[in-house]
């Protein structure tokens, strides 16, 4: 079963930058989607950025500009790197992988931001 590591989360003041990187276990299809989507306490889950391939690229309207994903040559990491976090990015932040018939999520890290 394909396994999704995730890292980079923590602590940082409004204004600063945060990268996450999500690893998958084994091989994945080129044609597969990989993201990031995020909830916060009390809300659902959205979504914050995908990308299938290596350049079709989704970004939610409240992080264009500030967020930017990419992918590993190979597939299998996917990396967001956050800009000019906002009090409003607090969140979990969760990997996730699509392709066909299968749907896999990693565990999730915790992003906060200070005001």
């Known amino acids: 079963q394909l396994r999704l590591e995730e890292s980079g989360g923590g602590l940082v003041q409004a204004g600063g930058s945060l990268k996450l990187t999500c690893s998958a276990s084994?091989?994945?299809?080129?044609?597969?989607?990989m993201g990031w989507y995020r909830q916060a306490p009390g809300k659902q889950r959205e979504l914050v950025a995908t990308?299938?391939?290596?350049?079709?690229?989704n970004y939610a309207d409240s992080v264009k500009g500030r967020f930017t994903i990419s992918r590993t040559t190979n597939w299998r990491t996917v990396s967001l790197q956050m800009n000019s976090l906002k009090p409003e990015d607090i969140a979990v932040y969760y990997c996730?992988?699509?392709?066909?018939?299968?749907?896999?999520w990693g565990q999730g890290t915790q992003v906060t931001v200070s005001s």
């Open positions: 996730n992988y699509t392709r066909l018939s299968v749907d896999s």
């Open positions: 084994e091989g994945v299809s080129s044609l597969s989607t």
């Open positions: 990308v299938t391939g290596h350049t079709t690229r």
